[in-house]
């Protein structure tokens, strides 16, 4: 008998088709409702996704409906759930959402957990701290509650909680080994069982992705050992045990644990079959992190291959994929019968769940036929043009003069004082903006007006950094939604969606852009902007562009072709847009691969092929400039540590990177690999509104300069500064411009 008949998934997204979860999160912390309102209202939307799961063809009594509904973040929950408090905050709150609110956000004395990419996704999760004193305790009972309250409504689910393995190779902590702590944590697992127990529950979902990954620090045998007793301990508790280990290739790192368990999720698409007998499977044959309609057919097949007691799943939560399709009525009728949301995929899985038990298929699987077959043959999903184009390419193409005769010519080009400053490129996105580019997209306001809106705020941004004296300027980007969509919107072959918001952290979500055709660019799109800011000042203005890797990074990519191709494609259309900027006058111009890093492979097997066609694409981009224009990168949301060869690779003239958070660790790596090309390692945090002084600046310069050598080093913040108001913005480039004339002198 097949564990869950109508088949399961892993995480269903939190956020809310209207992002409810959002509006209720923000309007508790602006405080127009209070924490029982909030209360209410998440409660209303869990129980809301619950009832649609079952309508789906989710079985409402096994087990299968999975409850994984974070406030903020599903690692901060487990975090709460076992009482892991920050060393830091040991005298702070300890209980309730002002302490929660406290740990994901911080206030004005305190900063919140650091966050940063769970695996190779673009979701961010609040890193744990600990320290040898860390004990644990089970602080929390938000798991076990809405266990509670999802039974009463009637629904019988299965609880989810990160793993130890997990927690701790994702912890940080200091004066000791985060897995020497697991003695510690793992007992709480099997109260937090017990609880779950007594109040109904049959299983619990242990997340553990981190088993497939290759994580710095740790061994393989060491998370499997620790996931181990974590199993255990549930069991002890008296519950099942669902093993999720999705996100990739699991097979070879969760066969030690299959006599501990009581089934294994895994990852069929990256991955294959582990080898295990006697343990059910719940093997991940709907993609969870892309958008692409399954194709049912070879789903089914894997299936029927994968032995007799294997349930439908999907390869990792549906948290990376928006909710439904269902208001995307702009994508046209081709797109979006291709494709497959959240919704959409857990009717996948009901509809292959019905097939394996049945034996006979449904007109599901005529339409998915259909659709692949559609796909295969539609215009733009191959352009001639970009293939030949992508062909015919010259074996130097990714090569630029030496850096050395390059550097000379740009210095005679574009004359730098000492310690250059500048900054990453976007300025406040104030509401005014927001509200010019709503009203522009509601046919409010003319082309005309919203142009004139975004020169005003152009102009305010020049006038400001006039004022700062910094010395290469920008733009500000007031005409980007965002740094990828705006690409998007501009290049052929992909398409935006109305709703698709996936989140990105907290009360964050983005709406990644669907690329599904070949790439290209029909016309000039950002040199309009570049033009008019350089026409406001003498001094020297950014181009401003968002690189290969990071378009691809935060879209959904197709996946009907090596990610590699796409990248190039992406950077050819990127060449184009430098060569027009240069024949418009530009001297610098940036290209942020902010997602470099993102992508690297889970598994170490898998990098050196990873880093190979990304840092090409990149080059692709940049190869064609001529050797006087300045091409600069910016790096950020990562531990850059282990790939300065890659980053080396890139062959910028400058790389900016986020260094000030963890005050200048990344310098010392820099250093020692004797990097020899401009970097500005940023010298201010720019995720928190605090202004920093003088002194701090000057401190974190002094670090970077004992490391780096001066002829060498840029003066900037950690990253753009969308985020952050205008005051606190100018007062900040003050202290930076300030420190840089003291350390000039
Ligand atoms: N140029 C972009 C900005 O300043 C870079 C953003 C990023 O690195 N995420 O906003
Ligand atoms: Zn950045």
Redesign the pocket.
């Given at each position: 008998m097949t564990l869950f008949p109508n088949g399961t998934i892993l995480g269903y997204p939190r956020i809310g088709p209207d992002r409810e979860l959002k509006r209720a999160l923000e309007a508790n912390w602006r405080g127009r409702i209070d924490d029982a309102e909030f209360a209410r209202r998440t409660s209303e939307l869990r129980l809301a996704d619950l009832q649609r799961l079952v309508e789906l063809g989710l079985s409402p009594d096994d087990a299968s409906l999975p409850l994984e509904t974070a406030h903020y973040d599903h690692v901060l929950d487990a975090t709460l759930t076992f009482g892991a408090v920050p060393p830091r905050l040991r005298d702070a709150v300890t209980h309730g959402l002002a302490w929660e609110w406290l740990l994901a956000r911080g206030d004005v004395d305190r900063a919140p957990l650091e966050m940063t990419k769970w695996f190779d996704t673009n979701y961010h999760y609040l890193v744990p701290e600990l320290d040898a004193e860390t004990t644990f305790s089970l602080a929390d009972t938000r798991i076990v509650d809405r266990f509670i309250e999802a039974r009463a409504a009637g629904f019988h689910t299965r609880p989810a909680v990160v793993g130890p393995a997990t927690y701790l190779a994702l912890a940080k902590a200091e004066g000791v080994r985060t897995t020497e702590l697991a003695d510690r944590l793992v007992p709480l697992y099997r109260e937090l069982a017990e609880r779950l127990a007594a109040a109904g529950a049959t299983w619990l979902q242990l997340d553990e992705p981190a088993l497939v990954a290759d994580l710095e620090g740790f061994t393989p045998v060491e998370l499997q050992g620790i996931a181990r007793s974590g199993a255990r301990a549930v069991r002890e508790g008296g519950l099942k045990v669902l093993l999720a280990a999705g996100y990739g290739e699991s097979s070879g790192r969760v066969e030690a644990l299959a006599s501990d368990v009581d089934a294994i999720a895994f990852d069929l698409v990256r991955g294959g079959l582990p080898a295990v007998t006697d343990t059910p499977l719940v093997a991940g044959v709907v993609h969870g992190r892309n958008v692409w309609r399954t194709d049912l057919d070879k789903a089914l097949e894997t299936l029927r291959a994968s032995g007799s007691d294997v349930s439908v799943g999907t390869t990792t939560p549906l948290l990376h994929v928006p909710h439904t399709l269902e208001p995307e009525s702009d994508l046209g009728d081709e797109l979006r019968s291709w494709l497959a949301f959240a919704d959409e995929k857990v009717a996948e899985v009901v509809t292959l769940a019905d097939a394996l038990r049945t034996g006979t298929t449904s007109p599901a699987f005529d339409e998915a036929r259909a659709a692949l077959g559609s796909r295969a043959a539609a215009e733009g999903v191959r352009d001639g043009s970009v293939r030949e184009r992508v062909a015919s390419l010259q074996a130097d193409a990714r090569t630029r003069l030496p850096y050395d005769q390059r550097a000379q010519l740009q210095r005679q080009k574009t004359p730098l004082p000492a310690l250059p400053t500048t900054?990453?490129?976007?300025f406040p996105q104030t509401g005014d903006i927001r509200l010019a580019r709503a009203a522009h997209a509601k046919g409010e306001s003319s082309d005309e007006q919203y142009r004139e809106a975004l020169q005003a705020e152009v102009r305010r941004v020049i006038d400001l950094q006039s004022d700062l004296e910094l010395d290469v300027l920008?733009h500000g980007?007031p005409e980007r939604n965002d740094?990828v969509q705006y690409f998007a919107e501009n290049f052929n072959g992909f398409s935006v969606t109305k709703r698709g918001w996936v989140q990105s952290y907290g009360s964050r979500a983005t709406r990644p852009s669907i690329l599904w055709g070949d790439v290209s660019r029909p016309k000039p799109f950002t040199v309009e902007w570049i033009s008019y800011a350089q026409s406001l000042t003498e001094k020297p203005v950014k181009g401003?562009l968002?690189g290969p890797v990071t378009i691809l990074a935060w879209s959904f990519v197709r996946d009907d072709q090596p990610l590699a191709d796409t990248a190039d494609q992406v950077a050819l259309a990127l060449a184009d847009e430098i060569a027009d900027l240069e024949a418009a006058g530009t001297s610098i111009i940036?290209v942020?691969e902010?997602a470099l890093r993102e992508l690297l492979p889970l598994r170490a097997s898998d990098r050196a092929a990873y880093l190979d066609w990304s840092v090409g694409s990149f080059r692709l981009a940049t190869g064609q400039a001529a050797p006087e224009t300045q091409i600069h990168t910016?790096l950020?949301?990562s531990e850059f540590n282990t790939i300065i060869d890659a980053i080396d690779g890139l062959d910028a003239d400058v790389t900016s990177i986020e260094a000030a958070r963890s005050k200048m660790e990344v310098v010392e790596a820099i250093a020692a690999h004797g990097y020899s090309r401009g970097i500005g390692p940023g010298v201010y945090d720019i995720h928190s509104p605090r202004v920093p002084s003088t002194d701090e600046v000057s401190e974190l310069i002094g670090i970077a300069a004992a490391n780096i050598p001066e002829q060498l080093l840029w003066i900037n913040p950690d990253?753009?500064?969308?985020t952050r108001g205008y005051e606190e913005t100018s007062e900040s480039l003050r202290s930076l411009v300030d420190a840089t004339r003291l350390a000039r002198g």
């Amino acid at each position: 008998m097949t564990l869950f008949p109508n088949g399961t998934i892993l995480g269903y997204p939190r956020i809310g088709p209207d992002r409810e979860l959002k509006r209720a999160l923000e309007a508790n912390w602006r405080g127009r409702i209070d924490d029982a309102e909030f209360a209410r209202r998440t409660s209303e939307l869990r129980l809301a996704d619950l009832q649609r799961l079952v309508e789906l063809g989710l079985s409402p009594d096994d087990a299968s409906l999975p409850l994984e509904t974070a406030h903020y973040d599903h690692v901060l929950d487990a975090t709460l759930t076992f009482g892991a408090v920050p060393p830091r905050l040991r005298d702070a709150v300890t209980h309730g959402l002002a302490w929660e609110w406290l740990l994901a956000r911080g206030d004005v004395d305190r900063a919140p957990l650091e966050m940063t990419k769970w695996f190779d996704t673009n979701y961010h999760y609040l890193v744990p701290e600990l320290d040898a004193e860390t004990t644990f305790s089970l602080a929390d009972t938000r798991i076990v509650d809405r266990f509670i309250e999802a039974r009463a409504a009637g629904f019988h689910t299965r609880p989810a909680v990160v793993g130890p393995a997990t927690y701790l190779a994702l912890a940080k902590a200091e004066g000791v080994r985060t897995t020497e702590l697991a003695d510690r944590l793992v007992p709480l697992y099997r109260e937090l069982a017990e609880r779950l127990a007594a109040a109904g529950a049959t299983w619990l979902q242990l997340d553990e992705p981190a088993l497939v990954a290759d994580l710095e620090g740790f061994t393989p045998v060491e998370l499997q050992g620790i996931a181990r007793s974590g199993a255990r301990a549930v069991r002890e508790g008296g519950l099942k045990v669902l093993l999720a280990a999705g996100y990739g290739e699991s097979s070879g790192r969760v066969e030690a644990l299959a006599s501990d368990v009581d089934a294994i999720a895994f990852d069929l698409v990256r991955g294959g079959l582990p080898a295990v007998t006697d343990t059910p499977l719940v093997a991940g044959v709907v993609h969870g992190r892309n958008v692409w309609r399954t194709d049912l057919d070879k789903a089914l097949e894997t299936l029927r291959a994968s032995g007799s007691d294997v349930s439908v799943g999907t390869t990792t939560p549906l948290l990376h994929v928006p909710h439904t399709l269902e208001p995307e009525s702009d994508l046209g009728d081709e797109l979006r019968s291709w494709l497959a949301f959240a919704d959409e995929k857990v009717a996948e899985v009901v509809t292959l769940a019905d097939a394996l038990r049945t034996g006979t298929t449904s007109p599901a699987f005529d339409e998915a036929r259909a659709a692949l077959g559609s796909r295969a043959a539609a215009e733009g999903v191959r352009d001639g043009s970009v293939r030949e184009r992508v062909a015919s390419l010259q074996a130097d193409a990714r090569t630029r003069l030496p850096y050395d005769q390059r550097a000379q010519l740009q210095r005679q080009k574009t004359p730098l004082p000492a310690l250059p400053t500048t900054t990453i490129g976007s300025f406040p996105q104030t509401g005014d903006i927001r509200l010019a580019r709503a009203a522009h997209a509601k046919g409010e306001s003319s082309d005309e007006q919203y142009r004139e809106a975004l020169q005003a705020e152009v102009r305010r941004v020049i006038d400001l950094q006039s004022d700062l004296e910094l010395d290469v300027l920008v733009h500000g980007e007031p005409e980007r939604n965002d740094m990828v969509q705006y690409f998007a919107e501009n290049f052929n072959g992909f398409s935006v969606t109305k709703r698709g918001w996936v989140q990105s952290y907290g009360s964050r979500a983005t709406r990644p852009s669907i690329l599904w055709g070949d790439v290209s660019r029909p016309k000039p799109f950002t040199v309009e902007w570049i033009s008019y800011a350089q026409s406001l000042t003498e001094k020297p203005v950014k181009g401003m562009l968002t690189g290969p890797v990071t378009i691809l990074a935060w879209s959904f990519v197709r996946d009907d072709q090596p990610l590699a191709d796409t990248a190039d494609q992406v950077a050819l259309a990127l060449a184009d847009e430098i060569a027009d900027l240069e024949a418009a006058g530009t001297s610098i111009i940036q290209v942020d691969e902010p997602a470099l890093r993102e992508l690297l492979p889970l598994r170490a097997s898998d990098r050196a092929a990873y880093l190979d066609w990304s840092v090409g694409s990149f080059r692709l981009a940049t190869g064609q400039a001529a050797p006087e224009t300045q091409i600069h990168t910016h790096l950020c949301y990562s531990e850059f540590n282990t790939i300065i060869d890659a980053i080396d690779g890139l062959d910028a003239d400058v790389t900016s990177i986020e260094a000030a958070r963890s005050k200048m660790e990344v310098v010392e790596a820099i250093a020692a690999h004797g990097y020899s090309r401009g970097i500005g390692p940023g010298v201010y945090d720019i995720h928190s509104p605090r202004v920093p002084s003088t002194d701090e600046v000057s401190e974190l310069i002094g670090i970077a300069a004992a490391n780096i050598p001066e002829q060498l080093l840029w003066i900037n913040p950690d990253c753009g500064l969308k985020t952050r108001g205008y005051e606190e913005t100018s007062e900040s480039l003050r202290s930076l411009v300030d420190a840089t004339r003291l350390a000039r002198g």
